[in-house]
Nanobody, 115 residues
Framework: QVQLVESGGGLVQPGGSLRLSCAAS????????MAWYRQGPGNQRELVAS???????NYTDSVKGRFTISRDNAKNTVFLQMNSLKPEDTAVYYC?????????WGQGTQVTVSS
């Protein structure tokens, strides 16, 4: 069973930066496709960014050029570097791990962008 623990959320002013981390325990981390999702107030959960076991990345259009997803397989950790944050980035951010039929979620971390 994979367990995911997110950290790094908080309150930041528009234009600021945050770095989210997701530490994974359990089966070999390197095989999983890792992703960050978010769910804002009144919105459905949406995919923000993903990174495959081979390092290929994908981003939703609204964060391209501002967010960067990366992984450190030696530390079983995936990161989301968020720059030039906007109020519309306010959401609970969730870490996700997928491998074949396995689908695991973290508990989420709150990101609030406000002046």
């Amino acid at each position: 069973q994979v367990q995911l623990v997110e950290s790094g959320g908080g309150l930041v002013q528009p234009g600021g930066s945050l770095r989210l981390s997701c530490a994974a325990s359990g089966r070999p981390f390197s095989r999983y496709t890792m992703a960050w999702y978010r769910q804002g107030p009144g919105n459905q959960r949406e995919l923000v960014a993903s990174i495959t076991s081979g390092g290929s990345t994908n981003y939703t259009d609204s964060v391209k050029g501002r967010f960067t997803i990366s992984r450190d397989n030696a530390k079983n950790t995936v990161f989301l570097q968020m720059n030039s944050l906007k109020p519309e980035d306010t959401a609970v951010y969730y870490c996700n791990a997928k491998f074949v039929f396995q689908d695991h979620w973290g508990q989420g971390t709150q990101v609030t962008v406000s002046s």
